[in-house]
């Protein structure tokens, strides 16, 4: 089942951003939100994380309401936001157990998985370390160890590269590639779309707080007369038109 939005209005006391939204992100699938900056990528992720109450509209993750059920849908997430966010009083070993206790998961069990994570993101002797000692790239990590140790059915990534070098950035896909093929659903809002098309099975494309398109990267070059490999171009597209409705 997945992730289902349908008809979703919504947005700020005052500023209604979005205007019926509808779309999936089914079981095992990667789909990228994209648009020019104030198009509403993370106004729909606020819904999404149940930040944002909807005007209209609902939002189910397998078969979960977020407004009749919200503790049980938000169980089912894990979310890596665009700035990390820490406590400054607990050591990455404190967050982490913190994180698998809120998400019901047993330290036992889990803490291989969460020991590999550690390793590969260069963090396994640094579980005494307190968020101040971190490094800004060194911060991301933490929030992708976090996220991707919980396995959960719906996992949000919004801008997954910032800040992170490129070995980070090919583990990160890598990882985002493995929750996949578990079958859970990714949900990720980027501004690098050739690089997203690499991975991504389909685009979301948002213009002025609607969705003008949804489809895979070819089908979305195609639609633009653009190569998948110069996808970037679509921001000059969509910047231009913008411009011209002025
Ligand atoms: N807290 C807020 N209160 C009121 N309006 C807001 C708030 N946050 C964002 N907006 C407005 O909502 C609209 C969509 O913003 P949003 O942050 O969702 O865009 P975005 O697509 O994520 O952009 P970016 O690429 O810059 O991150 C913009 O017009 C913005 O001014």
């Known amino acids: 089942m997945g992730l289902k939005i349908n008809n979703l209005s919504g947005g700020y006391a005052g500023n209604n951003v979005l205007k019926n939204i509808t779309f999936d992100v089914p079981d095992g699938k990667i789909v990228a939100l994209i648009g020019l900056n104030g198009a509403g990528k993370s106004t729909t992720v606020n819904h999404v994380i149940g930040e944002l109450q909807p005007q209209m509209g609902s939002i189910c993750l397998n078969g979960t309401n977020i407004v009749s059920e919200p503790t049980m849908f938000k169980s089912q997430i894990a979310y890596i936001p665009e700035q990390p966010i820490l406590y400054d009083e607990l050591t990455l070993g404190e967050h982490l157990h913190l994180m698998l206790a809120a998400h019901d998961i047993d330290n036992e069990t889990s803490w291989t998985r ?20 971190f490094s800004k790239g060194m911060r991301q990590k933490v929030m992708l160890v976090s996220a991707f140790m919980l396995n959960a059915p719906l996992l949000i990534v919004d801008e997954p590269f910032l800040g992170l070098d490129t070995l980070a950035q090919r583990d990160v896909i890598q990882l985002i ?21 690499s991975f991504v099975d ?29 996808l970037d171009e679509l921001f000059d597209l969509m910047q231009r038109e913008l411009a011209n409705e002025g």
């Open 202 to 230: 389909q685009f979301v494309v948002l213009y002025e707080g609607k969705v003008r398109f949804v489809g895979s990267p070819s089908e979305l070059a195609e639609e633009n007369q653009l190569s998948v490999n110069n």
């Open 114 to 133: 969460v020991a590999s994570l550690l390793t590969l993101f260069r963090l396994e002797n640094k579980l005494n370390w307190l968020p101040i000692h």
């Open 177 to 197: 590639q493995e929750q996949a093929r578990l079958g859970n659903s990714i949900l990720i809002t980027t501004h690098l779309l050739a690089s997203a098309a």
